[in-house]
């Protein structure tokens, strides 16, 4: 009799696995696998934990699991990544910025086209005002040009002065053809400017300051405003105009 239990508690004792010895000794127990077969120690060798493991607790449970150390490839592809959310990050950063100063200036797309209407009259008057004093010169330079082609024509010496004063008035219509050519292309460039702050102003109506254009969805853009702007208080049904 009690060599029969003798013998079952030793054929418990043989049945006790890795992680009940720890569950009652109070280890932590490391399960990871070796050539594809599982395998349960107290510790997890170096060159083993590069590829994964478990940690089992004192109720035999997973209470960890460690994933594999990443490739070479994953890493040029983890840092290119962060890399690039780092970037654009900083485009944000930037456009937030530049968002913040734009809504300062104008609270709807229609303040936008204002001041460039505002602007481009500006340039558009100077324009008129140099292309007014060119004519003022072409009329001078006329006779004075027929005077002296007259002198040449005679073989006469030219009266003292005019070679200079023809010389002047020439320089004059050249300096003012620039500024001419300058102040279209200023106008150009207004023209341009503004059609970017406009869209960007339209842009804020609905994204928050900072969006980045390739993040926009033009035509979500389009149908909220166009939905705004039929709600719009006293307009009925009518677009605002």
Partial sequence: MRAASLLVLLL????????????????????????????????????FAKLGYEV?????????VVPPAPSS???????????????RQARIKVTKDRDSNLMRLYERPEDVER??????EEVNSYIALLEKRLDNFRSKLEP???????????????????????AGLEKGIADGEKDIR???????RITRDYAEQYERVRILQVYPAGTLEEEVDFQKLDAE???RQTTQPGNGNKPKQ
Avoid: C
Wanted: glycine share 8%; hydrophobic share 35%; net charge neutral.
């Fill in 12 to 47: 418990a004792g043989l049945a006790t696995s890795p992680v009940d010895a720890a569950t009652k000794s109070g280890m932590k127990m490391y399960r990871y696998k070796v050539d594809g077969v599982l395998v349960i120690r107290d510790n997890v060798p170096p060159e």
């Fill in 56 to 64: 089992i607790g004192k109720n035999g449970m997973v209470i960890e």
């Fill in 73 to 87: 490839e994953e890493l040029v592809k983890r840092h290119a990544a962060q890399k690039a959310e780092e970037d």
């Fill in 115 to 120: 001041a460039r209407l505002r602007k481009a």
């Fill in 144 to 166: 004075l040009n027929a005077q002296k082609a007259g002198a040449e024509e005679h073989q006469r010496p030219l009266p003292p002065g005019l070679a200079e004063e023809i």
């Fill in 182 to 188: 300058d102040r279209r292309d200023e106008l150009s």
């Fill in 225 to 227: 405003l166009a939905k």
